[in-house]
């Protein structure tokens, strides 16, 4: 079951699938219905949704919805493979950066030739491919939950002093990002069920305000003692406060461990080095592509001005005005302290190798 303690970003039960309407966060908590792959493309990429899980189990669920309903169009196992096929490949198109969608696109498509070896009834055939693809909302929140107990263990390790912790994190990485709990946000809240948390600072995150629209929707409603920072703060915070770690999400993480995240990333990272402050990556395993070599092979998105130009709506810049919007950046592995992952703790340049033997055992 979907974690109710925390904020449900997904809503879902077999044919039926709404999402939180997070552009209208904070101010209206409200409910869209998602009929269809159509509408899911459509809503991750407006940013009615989004954080690279969240993203991937929207789009996969949408899938389920469209198929569960399409039975009676669909007349044979093979005419069910294409259009599962056609529908995932539509679907990672929504945004290039975050590869958790492509990642479950993979897998599902993996899946399709040899589920028809094993059932050769269509019907049977369909529901065994909705059971398999409504799995990747619980395990989600399973990796995070496991996420938030490395993270936690990790950051506190590596404070022996009896003193509670303060962490800087960025963007919007909590359940909003994801089915529940969240990644970065999700070792956040497990340093303060520790008692292991005396305060989360927060970045605003400019242009789109995943900080301050959301950031801080979650941990006000979790009673998680926090202080928000316009994004231009942080320099002087690492100067001036005990910030014991940095802890930012990812949206792809590369075999060598650059990571690809919210635009500001880096420089928190080149500032963490230069402050001495511990850098980490939170992400499962889902986000990590480990065919891009590096990061240079990552495909930044590019929003439209007015996300940067106006906010709901209203002008904040002057009419004209040319901007550059790039949504993500990306940090190389030498400023990342280590990827926090579902399956462990692991230095950039030891993920690749860790992840391939982990892979084996599954595999085995
Ligand atoms: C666990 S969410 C990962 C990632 O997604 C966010 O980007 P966006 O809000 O544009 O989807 C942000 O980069 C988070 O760190």
Not at 130 to 148: C, P, W, Y
Not at 160 to 188: D, E, K, R
Not at 297 to 317: D, L
Not at 344 to 356: S, Y
Request: hydrophobic letters at 40%; one cysteine or more; charged letters at 20%.
């Amino acid at each position: 079951m979907q974690d109710n303690q925390t904020l449900q970003s997904i809503r879902y039960q077999r044919g039926l699938l709404s999402i939180l309407d997070q552009l209208q966060l904070p101010d209206e908590s409200v409910y869209i219905p998602i009929h269809s792959v159509d509408d899911a493309w459509k809503a991750i990429h407006t940013m009615s949704i989004r954080g690279a899980p969240a993203i991937a189990v929207c789009g996969v669920l949408s899938l389920a919805v469209e198929l569960h309903h399409s039975r009676s169009k669909l007349e044979s196992i093979a005419a069910v493979q294409h259009f599962v096929t056609d529908q995932l490949n539509y679907l990672s198109t929504a945004r290039p950066t975050a590869v958790n969608m492509a990642e479950a696109a993979a897998t599902i498509i993996d899946y399709l030739i040899p589920l028809s070896d094993k059932q050769v009834d269509l019907s049977l055939y369909i529901d065994d491919l909705l059971d398999f693809m409504e799995k990747f909302l619980e395990h989600d929140l399973a990796d995070n939950r496991s996420i938030g107990r490395y993270g936690a263990e990790t950051i506190r390790n590596n404070n022996p002093s009896p003193q509670q912790l303060t962490v800087l994190t960025h963007c919007n990485t909590g359940s909003l990002a994801t089915v529940g709990f969240g990644t970065a946000l999700g070792v956040v809240r497990q340093l303060a069920a520790n008692n292991d948390l005396k305060l989360v600072y927060f970045t605003e995150t400019r242009p789109y305000n995943q900080g301050s629209r959301l950031t801080a929707y979650e941990l006000v409603h979790d009673r998680i003692p926090h202080s928000m920072i316009c994004d231009s703060m942080a320099g002087l915070l690492m100067r001036t406060q005990p910030i014991h770690a940095v802890v930012v999400g990812a949206d792809c993480v590369t075999a060598n461990g650059d990571t690809a995240n919210k635009i500001g990333t880096y420089q928190l990272a080149i500032l963490a080095k230069y402050h001495h402050i511990p850098f980490y990556i939170a992400a499962p395993t889902t986000s990590i592509d480990l065919t891009k070599k590096t990061g240079a092979e990552i495909v930044i998105e590019q929003r439209p001005s007015r996300e940067m130009t106006t906010i709901k709506g209203i002008n904040i810049a002057a009419e004209g005005v040319q901007v550059w919007n790039p949504a993500f950046d990306v940090t190389p592995a030498a400023l990342i302290t280590s990827i926090i992952t579902e399956h462990g703790v692991f230095k950039p340049d030891e993920l690749e190798e860790k992840l391939l033997s982990l892979q084996k055992k599954v595999s085995t």
